[in-house]
Nanobody
Framework: EVQLQASGGGLVQAGGSLRLSCARS????????IGWWRQAPGKEREGVAC????????LYRNSVKGRFTISSDNAMNTVYLQMNSLKPEDTAVYYC????????????????WGQGTQVTVSS
């Protein structure tokens, strides 16, 4: 059973940077995707970025394009989310999750979730 552990959140000023890590353990099937999602208080969970194991293709939410970068080590044991030029609206609990395909619209396509890590961006 796959398990995910997210880390790297914190408090940062607007314009600053953070790098989140998602460590994967346990067995997993051959082709999968790992995504980063976030949820702000009172709002629905939204997809931020996703990477596919088959070809390392990536997908980004429009509001983070050019600011966030998703990457992984060779075996995708750890997936990173480099977040630059952070804005107060990026404040949320960030989760990583694993699923069969990349997607940022329906969280239900991801079947295993890690615990969240809080990101707070002050203005």
């Amino acid at each position: 059973e796959v398990q995910l552990q997210a880390s790297g959140g914190g408090l940062v000023q607007a314009g600053g940077s953070l790098r989140l890590s998602c460590a994967r353990s346990g067995s997993i099937y051959d082709d999968y995707a790992i995504g980063w999602w976030r949820q702000a208080p009172g709002k629905e969970r939204e997809g931020v970025a996703c990477i596919s194991s088959s070809d390392s293709s990536t997908l980004y939410r429009n509001s983070v394009k050019g600011r966030f970068t998703i990457s992984s080590d060779n075996a995708m044991n750890t997936v990173y989310l480099q977040m630059n030029s952070l804005k107060p609206e990026d404040t949320a609990v960030y989760y990583c999750a694993v699923g069969y395909v990349c997607g940022l619209v329906f969280p239900g396509i991801f079947h295993s979730w890690g615990q969240g890590t809080q990101v707070t961006v002050s203005s």
